[in-house]
């Protein structure tokens, strides 16, 4: 069994913003493939179903961000399992909108979800790091991942949830490549090898000859012009 956590923040408030991007990809997991209705549990909401071959337990904490390792290291204790069972889906300020890196381990770069996780299971899980660019400025931070996505960023949003969701089963079977493979599909499909033909030109049609000039001499003339 695996269990994917989303990070964000409960409530409606909330629910559209950057922060939340890891609540967005469960959404869209559970949706695609069938997953039971979500249910309150482990300080969190939970939602059971299969990807693949694999048993799969989605869970989104209720904690707030900053408290998230509370939900997660109570259901790895429930279920006994091991941090590398645990797959996490947040929000990376350092990589450009719409582009996802899988991550093993590691430090926490100063996400205040991972940095609860660590506190509670450990370092050794896997992270699925959804970019959504950087305000530009630290002071900024705050306000930026708490800040709703702009209408402009629907496009690119849309196709990495599909990506995820297309890649889902792969990624709970251990096949990070696969799983890459699929969200860049969607994120960023590639071009057609294969250059339109132009189309041919038609063979331009000959001038009409222009009409000969009419002859209006009279006989008695002709006749004197072939002995000038």
């Known amino acids: 069994m695996q269990i994917f956590v989303g990070l964000g923040n409960p409530g409606a408030k909330y629910a559209g913003n950057r922060h939340n991007i890891g609540f967005m990809a469960l959404d869209q997991i559970a949706s695609d493939h069938g997953f039971g209705p979500w249910k309150t549990k482990f300080q969190g909401q939970i939602a ?3 990807l693949g ?3 799969v337990l989605l869970l989104k904490p209720e904690t707030f961000m900053n408290l998230s390792g509370q939900s997660v290291g109570e259901a790895m204790r429930f279920y006994k399992l091991e ?3 645990i797959t996490v889906f947040h929000d990376e300020l350092d990589l450009a909108p719409g582009k996802c890196r899988v991550k093993m381990g590691g430090g926490h770069a100063g996400h205040n979800g991972l940095r609860s996780i660590h506190a509670h299971v450990g370092e050794a899980y896997q992270r699925i790091r959804l ?3 950087h305000p530009g400025r ?3 931070v705050a306000a930026y991942v708490l800040h709703d996505f702009h209408k ?3 496009d690119w949003l849309d196709d990495l949830m599909r990506g ?3 890649g889902a089963a792969a990624l709970a079977d251990g096949d990070t490549s696969k799983f890459s493979n699929a969200v860049a599909l969607r994120t960023a499909p590639p071009r057609s090898s294969k250059t339109p033909k132009k189309p041919e030109k038609k063979p331009e049609a000959a001038p009409d000859p222009e009409p000969e000039a009419q002859d209006t001499r009279s ?3 002709k006749l004197a012009d072939k002995f000038r």
Request: charged fraction near 40%; aromatic fraction near 0%.
């Open 48 to 50: 059971e179903g299969r």
């Open 53 to 55: 071959s694999e048993k």
């Open 83 to 85: 941090p590398g069972d």
């Open 131 to 133: 970019g959504i660019g």
């Open 138 to 140: 630290k002071e900024l």
């Open 152 to 154: 402009a960023d629907g």
């Open 164 to 166: 995820i969701s297309d």
């Open 219 to 221: 006989a008695l003339q």
